[in-house]
């Protein structure tokens, strides 16, 4: 199913800002310009692409991750089930019973397949809670802060008892003093990140599998 799709198709990134550059200034400033040798190739590799009869589908103001989950989300209304190869962990906050994310790597060796229960055993959390667990520590690929002083651990213990953000602010008073005070200093950033690291799955669209079907 992985290795012989029945419907294939690709996003890439548009080069305008998206809706997340123009909240935050600072978004994906850190990031090193990548080789000028990669871009040089992209012309090419959508050429191939197109002589595969392989559609692409991007939208200004928005990232191919986020269109990424819009195809996904259309295709599974479709009754396929999905398998996004991404390089991006942020898709894992989609994962479910039809939606796996696949995660090549480098050489020969075999991919790594994520669903519900693989997200659970290498990050300690759910899918739906990966949008929180990245609201409190942040993510420095992206520029987002995050809580200051909460980390990995930490964030998973709180997830683990109240589940979502808004369940461990609900529960504050309960939280121990040294956490309760970072997550009440950081409780603006913490729902800012949120805001930014929440994939869009309702971008403008027109999706038809017929279009991606292999041939």
Request: with cysteine; proline share 5%.
């Amino acid at each position: 199913e992985l290795e012989q799709p029945d419907y294939l198709a690709m996003t890439f990134d548009e080069k305008a800002p998206t809706f997340r550059h123009e909240a935050h200034e600072g978004y994906k400033a850190t990031r090193a310009k990548a080789p000028d040798e990669l871009y040089a190739q992209i012309p090419r590799i959508k050429e191939m692409i197109d002589s595969f009869n392989i559609p692409v589908y991007s939208k200004e103001g928005f990232e191919a991750d986020d269109m990424m989950g819009t195809l996904a989300l259309k295709a599974i209304k479709e009754g396929l089930s999905v398998y996004l190869v991404t390089g991006d962990r942020d898709l894992l906050q989609l994962v479910d019973h039809t939606f796996h994310v696949v995660f090549p790597h480098k050489g020969y060796r075999e991919p790594t397949i994520y669903d519900s229960k693989a997200v659970f055993e290498k990050y300690g959390i759910h899918p739906d809670q990966v949008v929180d667990y990245k609201s409190l520590v942040g993510d420095p690929s992206d520029n987002i802060a995050g809580v200051q002083g909460i980390g990995p651990k930490g964030a998973s213990e709180l997830l683990a008892q109240y589940k979502t953000l808004d369940g461990i602010y609900s529960h504050i008073g309960d939280v121990s003093e040294g956490m309760r005070e970072k997550l009440t200093e950081g409780k603006e950033a913490a729902y800012f990140a949120q805001s930014l690291s929440k994939i869009v799955t309702d971008v403008p669209c027109d999706f038809k599998k017929e279009d991606a079907a292999r041939k």
